[in-house]
């Protein structure tokens, strides 16, 4: 009896302690939120649609890649398909977090799959990893909560906001979409495989901008994410 | 632009079903199937490559128009955007670098 009390009383404790370790994110996760909220309906998108995209993809990279090609007049199952290309990452997410969170019964899964984040995914692989002083598995599920409730609210709050500011496009708000990209973009640049990566980004863009339906975005992504990894594929043998 | 409700619905029930896939399946499939080591290296390269072409389009087809005019504000915007996030790291002064750089060349430019 006591024992189950302990366990239960721990495994809140890891619950909260999740909540809290979220809580710095919150510094990074809401510019971005505002923004998507600012955003949405320079594009056309309407206010509900605008917030249902937060509530219901909530991966803040595909959804400002999903405003752009929007925007762009892409074809929305070019948008799906985009997205799922952005997504693929969550792959790599899953299958490192996935033996911490084997033990949870299979009910628990969708729930936290849901609550999967770059965010999310770094904080909580960095504790599951510290020796001895891991958290339980509902560590992760504070994170993922806390992350998700941050993102929705100030997706909110972006689009009271937007409603408040007449024409974004001539302040040129219509370029801060891109200037968050570049802010998250440069610190990624740390080998010689994502300059390439980049320029081959880049270059293909710039060309493939006739294709018919925007399919240029995808193309480009596909094309650079290929030469990044033959880069780094060729730098290893040679 | 933007589409109906009804389209706007699909279109964001899509997105939702395809991520959460993304997220959902080597959760379901724990041990029996494994990510491939060469693919996992592939998928790194994604979101710089994403965030690449939504930066190139914003800076040289802001307006749906490739155009290299080296005059454009919104390049200016983007180079003092640039600079900031090599310095600072930091993505709020990025974006605040950006609408300044923009602004300026837009006030020399006449």
Known sequence: MSTQVDAQSGTS?????????????????TPYGLAFGLLGPTVGL?????????????????????????????????????????????LLYAASLGPYLGKLPERWKPALSF????????????????????????????????????????????????GLVPGPAALGLDFALPATFIGLLVPQLRSRASWVTLAVAAAATLVLSGLPGRLDVLAAIILAASAGWGVETWLRRS | MGGGDLAQA???????????????????????WQLPEGLARWLAYVPIAAFTVIVVRGTFAPDGQVSLDPRSPYLWGA???????????????????????????????G
Do not use: C
Not at chain 1, 13 to 29: E, M, N, T, Y
Not at chain 1, 51 to 75: D, H, K, N, R, T
Not at chain 1, 135 to 148: N, S
Not at chain 2, 81 to 105: E, F, H, M, P, Y
């Open chain 1, 13 to 29: 404790r890891d619950f909260w302690s999740g909540v809290r370790a979220a809580l710095p994110l919150w510094l990074g996760i």
């Open chain 2, 79 to 109: 180079l003092a955007a640039g600079l900031v996030a090599w310095r600072s790291k930091n993505v709020l002064l990025t974006i605040a670098a950006g609408l300044a750089g923009l602004w300026l060349a837009r006030m020399v430019g």
């Open chain 1, 115 to 162: 609550l999967l984040t770059d965010e999310a995914y770094a904080v909580t692989i960095d504790r599951f990893r510290q020796p001895g002083m891991a958290p339980g598995p509902l560590f992760y599920l504070g994170v993922g909560l806390a992350v998700y409730v941050d993102w929705n609210v100030s997706t909110a709050v972006g689009l009271v906001l937007g």
């Open chain 1, 46 to 90: 309407s206010g509900p649609a605008t917030l249902a995209m937060s509530l219901l993809v909530f991966a803040g990279s595909s959804q400002f890649i999903a405003l752009g090609l929007v925007g762009a007049g892409a074809s929305y199952p070019l948008i799906v398909l985009t997205t799922l290309v952005i997504n693929l990452r969550h």
């Open chain 2, 10 to 32: 699909l279109l964001i029930l899509g997105m939702a079903g395809v991520t959460f896939l993304t997220r959902y399946i080597l959760l379901a499939l724990l041990g029996r």
